[in-house]
């Protein structure tokens, strides 16, 4: 059963762009969320974005949330990579907890209107548009 909301969900301005452009350069890329699993992948297909992810980690499966680092441990698991080589892209307060918690390498903030700069403080830099995260990146 296709989520009837589906449709009506966008992307934020610049985010598929940005994901696009750190694909092609060989990022791999995952999703973090509280949504379920189901209806990421019904929004990914939706959007045609299925391809840019290389994994999604659902807390409605897993036993953890953000800011909780367990929440990280299936790609850590599963792709045996170095937390300080892993780079959290979020919103809230608490995705940049996380990259606290986690020990990432970096954390970035991008003000989408969820956050105020403030409440990303724990950012190691806050962008104002999703577009600029490739280019944070380098």
Same mark, same amino acid.
Request: no cysteine.
């Given at each position: 059963?296709?989520?009837?909301?589906? #449709?009506?969900?966008?992307?934020?301005?610049?985010?598929? +762009?940005?994901?696009?452009?750190?694909?092609? &350069?060989?990022?791999?890329? !995952?999703i973090v969320?509280?949504?379920?699993k189901?209806?990421?992948?019904?929004?990914?297909?939706?959007t045609?974005?299925t391809?840019?992810?290389?994994?999604?980690?659902?807390?409605e499966?897993?036993?953890?949330?953000? #800011?909780?680092p367990?929440?990280?441990?299936?790609?850590f +698991?599963?792709?045996?990579v170095?937390?300080q &080589?892993?780079?959290?892209? !979020?919103?809230?307060?608490?995705?940049?907890?996380?990259a606290?918690?986690?020990?990432?390498?970096?954390?970035?903030?991008?003000?989408?209107?969820?956050?105020?700069?403030?409440?990303?403080?724990?950012?190691d830099?806050?962008l104002n548009?999703?577009?600029?995260?490739?280019e944070?990146?380098?």
């Amino acid at each position: 059963m296709v989520d009837e909301r589906i #449709p009506e969900i966008n992307w934020v301005e610049g985010v598929k +762009e940005a994901l696009i452009d750190l694909k092609a &350069k060989g990022y791999q890329l !995952g999703i973090v969320t509280s949504d379920t699993k189901k209806g990421v992948e019904q929004f990914l297909a939706h959007t045609n974005a299925t391809s840019l992810f290389d994994l999604i980690i659902s807390t409605e499966a897993d036993a953890y949330e953000k #800011p909780n680092p367990k929440v990280l441990s299936p790609l850590f +698991e599963q792709y045996n990579v170095d937390p300080q &080589k892993v780079a959290i892209v !979020g919103d809230t307060a608490n995705d940049m907890k996380t990259a606290s918690n986690a020990n990432l390498g970096m954390a970035i903030g991008v003000l989408t209107g969820i956050a105020t700069k403030e409440e990303l403080h724990e950012a190691d830099i806050i962008l104002n548009s999703a577009a600029d995260i490739l280019e944070a990146l380098n």
